[in-house]
């Protein structure tokens, strides 16, 4: 079985800040890893994936993440915050044997401060 | 490209009532659709597969006979939630797997409210 933990539940930051958010996940087989957006009222947006080859991924609206096969990680990460980034962001993995099945982690609440 | 929408983006109604909502592939076909649940302020909880021309798979806890989902073409696959009660109340997400396996396009969602 798969699962997807993010540690931090809600992270606020001041705008034009460089922020982290976390992800560990844990399966016994290989996976492709995702993060995704959600804005308010509104459906999953997928800010990046990773499904082999380089370990730094880079995806929509500046952010990006690093997948650590030692540590079970991939980290979200983005250099400078705008206000318009506050949202819900999601951790989720799809195994390869059952690539149609997402296992989403709990959320991470991103709340800009100007 | 991939978009998936669904309709109503809200619908509020009276206890006992049954509602449906649509999810659409716009611009590609999908012979998989997933239906998902959420709660304010949780994360999303995997509800059925459904796949075009067969029975959907519900997952564990999920009550088939109230949770009745169709997915007659590759482009529509429809949740009605039968008898409504105040619990059923919660924001709906549907989603259509694209031609790669691992690709999973989300609608906009569907906020239900039973009063």
């Known amino acids: 079985a798969q699962s997807v933990t993010q540690l931090d539940s809600q992270v606020p930051v001041f705008e034009e800040a460089p922020v982290e958010l976390r992800c560990n996940y844990s399966?016994?087989?290989?996976?492709?890893l995702f993060w995704y957006v959600q804005y308010p009222n509104q459906g999953l947006q997928l800010l990046l994936k990773y499904l082999s080859g380089s370990t730094l991924v880079k995806g929509i609206n500046g952010f990006e993440a690093e997948f650590n096969k030692s540590q079970t990680s991939f980290h979200l990460r983005k250099p400078s915050v705008h206000i318009s980034d506050t949202a819900e962001y999601f951790c989720a993995v799809t195994p390869y044997s059952s690539a149609s099945k997402i296992i989403f982690g709990s959320g991470t609440r991103l709340s800009i401060r100007p | 490209g991939a978009v998936v929408s669904q309709h109503p983006s809200w619908v509020i109604c009276k206890s006992g009532t049954s509602v449906k909502i649509e999810c659409r592939s716009l611009d590609f076909q999908a012979t998989t659709m997933f239906w998902y649940r959420q709660f304010p302020k949780q994360s999303l909880m995997l509800m059925a597969t459904?796949?075009?021309?067969?029975?959907?798979?519900?997952e564990q806890g999920v009550e088939k006979d109230k949770f009745l989902i169709n997915h007659a073409s590759l482009t529509l696959s429809t949740l009605t939630v039968t008898s409504a009660h105040p619990e059923d109340s919660s924001f709906y997400i549907c989603?259509?797997?694209?031609?790669?396996?691992?690709?999973?396009?989300f609608g906009p969602g569907t906020r239900l409210t039973v009063t």
């Open positions: 459904s796949n075009e021309g067969s029975k959907a798979t519900y």
């Open positions: 989603s259509a797997m694209g031609p790669k396996v691992y690709e999973q396009y």
């Open positions: 399966s016994s087989v290989s996976v492709y």
